[in-house]
């Protein structure tokens, strides 16, 4: 969830460093910070709350060097504030920044105090400061430093390190979180992120587990963790500087809405054609990995575990394979029963999340028959450590709450059931229907998107509420669990999300005139039974909001508000469509209240700690 960015330069790494940190905004934190060595001595800069707070210090206080680290934070131990905001630093100018969470903190911490060390902060990061320090006095090499400290530590973590003593070089390593080295033209670059460095590079280098690296200017110096010198690949990101601009939208979240067409769009692109899905755009080996498949285990977080949901329907319907869906940080607690020839799919955003990638460590050694990542970050731990992936394309997603990664995973799954279901049935003309069915949805969310004022329309009367409840049958309950996610996310209001036959069996208590209650309901075999379920909410006086197929019968009334969806939307095309109108509500609902749509309070795009 934090933000690190580095940099070694003969210009000035200031605004390099300063830019850097606004391009990770996206991720979540409550304090920012920078060191730099000037004339060959540390200083340092922090503050409580946003960059620009720490940019309007800077200010007051111009800083100027050719080397710096700086970091945004996310707390984990300490309260947010300034004396546990990053930078931290140990005796004899060392300064550290940190990513990630260590687990024998206290008894290192520990040890050092009675050696004399002195804490001015409450976190862990410090711990790992004075520990260098520590070991500097064995050896005046800071790499060696670095290395001795990081084989003592237990947890997860991305560290880069800079020394009064050692001016010409920043120390990383990487143990859990991302870290990457972005490669210039007589000066390289440090970030947890390449999106930070794409004004200064598009070249880069990614670290694997248990790396340490030795930066300079002119060079890169990279040992695995058995302490060998390496060569990591230097790789060229696609992604361009400007990919994470707002452009004429006043916020990314609505930026990213609008961009679902294109986004699925490419998400599809190359991966279907002539009326048939190419399995090849899983991995070379996808297609006898798919012909054995018996059953599906899906295994993600908060959105993806909604976008796994949908999957488990569709998996179930068209394939007739049995699949489980289960959130993450509940399987890694757990001794799941592993059916013979289940294939393990894992879900992420960001390809970070630390629960889903200790969940698909652990089921390495669980008897699957392999793993396959849905992502949106090629270069992410994830992807490097499944066997089949299936990249989406998103692009760069800065709103918290998630909504082309959504859709773009959704549309990733969909391919996923056809490639599946292609070897239960070996049906081609099936299979050309079902293709042409997901080439259709890009258009059909644009035609969805023309509901856009409409749902400002309507936000108007959620913005006073405290609750709300959303109802789908079928595969739409997962988006029901969506649409709720989103409201509570960035508007604050309590929603939850229930099958609508699930109404009388508790729910149904809740319902009165204060209580909107939201309904997706497209024209399928489960309308009438979800006709049934909504008039009991009218019997009860709740006010009734239904996204509905115009030949499904529904028509507004007293108490009854019908939002007309585009006509006779195929039942693969549903959980995509029917999302649209529900990220929008939410928004517009957000942007009534005042609240930070881009940056909701308390959460954070890439939840890299358990």
Not at 277 to 282: I, M, N, P, Q, S
Not at 297 to 312: E, K
Not at 374 to 397: D, F, H, K, Q
Not at 568 to 575: C, I
Request: hydrophobic share 40%; charged share 20%; aromatic share 6%.
């Amino acid at each position: 969830m934090c933000g690190i960015v580095g940099a070694i330069a003969e210009r000035n790494v200031v605004p390099i460093l300063m830019e850097g940190l606004r391009r990770l905004e996206y991720r979540g934190y409550d304090s920012a910070g920078l060191a730099v060595l000037t004339n060959g001595h540390l200083q340092r800069q922090r503050r409580m709350g946003k960059v620009a707070e720490l940019q309007s210090a800077l200010d007051a206080e111009p800083l100027k060097s050719n080397i710096g680290i700086a970091h945004t934070r996310w707390a984990t131990h300490g309260v947010p504030s300034e004396k546990n905001a990053h930078p931290h630093i140990s005796h004899d100018g060392l300064a550290i920044v940190h990513n990630g969470i260590i687990e024998n903190h206290e008894q290192l911490r520990d040890e050092l105090k009675s050696l004399g060390y002195a804490f001015t902060s409450d976190t862990d990061t410090e711990v790992i400061a004075h520990r260098i320090h520590y070991h500097l006095k064995k050896t005046p090499n800071l790499f060696e430093a670095v290395q001795a400290t990081v084989h003592e530590l237990e947890g997860a973590y991305a560290l880069v390190v800079m020394s009064e003593a050692n001016p010409g070089q920043l120390i990383l390593a990487r143990c859990g979180c991302p870290v990457v080295v972005g490669l210039g033209e007589n000066e390289n670059f440090v970030a947890s992120d390449v999106s930070a460095l794409l004004p200064v590079t598009r070249r880069f280098i990614f670290l694997e587990e248990g790396d340490v690296a030795e930066i300079h200017r002119s060079h890169v110096r990279v040992l695995d963790k058995d302490g060998k010198v390496t060569h990591r690949p230097v790789k060229e990101s696609e992604l361009s500087a400007d990919a994470a601009e707002k452009g004429q939208y006043p916020h990314y979240m609505l930026k990213e809405i609008h961009e679902q067409p294109r986004a699925v769009a490419q998400t599809l692109e190359e991966r279907v054609a002539n009326g048939k899905l190419l399995e090849a755009a899983f991995g070379p080996s996808a297609t006898g990995i798919f012909r054995r498949v018996e059953a599906v285990h899906i295994v993600a977080c908060g959105t993806s575990f909604h976008a796994g949901s949908v999957a488990r329907y569709l998996i179930e319907q068209v394939c007739r394979l049995p699949c489980h869906v289960d959130i993450a940080s509940e399987y890694r607690y757990r001794n799941p029963v592993v059916p013979k020839n289940t294939l393990f799919v894992t879900i992420s955003q960001s390809g970070e999340t630390a629960d889903t990638l200790a969940a698909l460590r652990l089921a390495r050694s669980a008897g699957y028959l392999s793993s396959l990542a849905i992502c949106n970050v090629p270069e992410s731990s994830l992807v490097r450590e499944s066997e089949l992936v299936m990249l989406t394309r998103a692009g760069p997603e800065i709103g918290v709450a998630s909504t082309k990664a959504f859709t773009t995973q959704i549309a990733a799954l969909t391919m996923l059931v056809i490639a599946l279901a292609k070897h239960r049935t070996a049906d081609a003309e099936r299979e050309r229907g079902l293709v042409q069915r997901l080439i259709e949805i890009p258009g059909l969310i644009e035609k969805t998107l023309v509901l856009d004022p409409v749902m400002q329309k309507l936000a108007e009367r959620f913005a006073d509420k405290h609750h709300a409840l959303f109802l789908g049958r079928g595969v739409l309950h997962p988006i029901a669990m969506e649409g709720a996610l989103k409201l509570k996310e960035i508007s604050y209001i309590h929603a939850e999300a229930y099958p609508a036959g699930e109404l009388k069996h508790g729910p149904l208590a809740l319902v009165d005139a204060d209580m909107p209650v939201i309904t997706v309901a497209p024209n399928n075999d489960l309308l009438e039974k979800l006709k049934s379920n909504l008039m009991e909410v009218r019997a009860r006086g709740g006010e009734l909001f239904v996204f509905a197929d115009p030949d499904s019968g529904f028509e507004s009334s007293d108490g009854v508000t019908v939002i007309k969806m585009p006509k006779h939307v195929f039942y693969l095309q549903a959980p995509i469509v029917y999302t649209i109108p529900l990220q929008l509500l939410a928004y517009h609902v957000a942007i009534l209240r005042g609240t930070d749509v881009d940056q909701p309070r308390n959460l954070a795009k890439s939840v890299t700690v358990e």
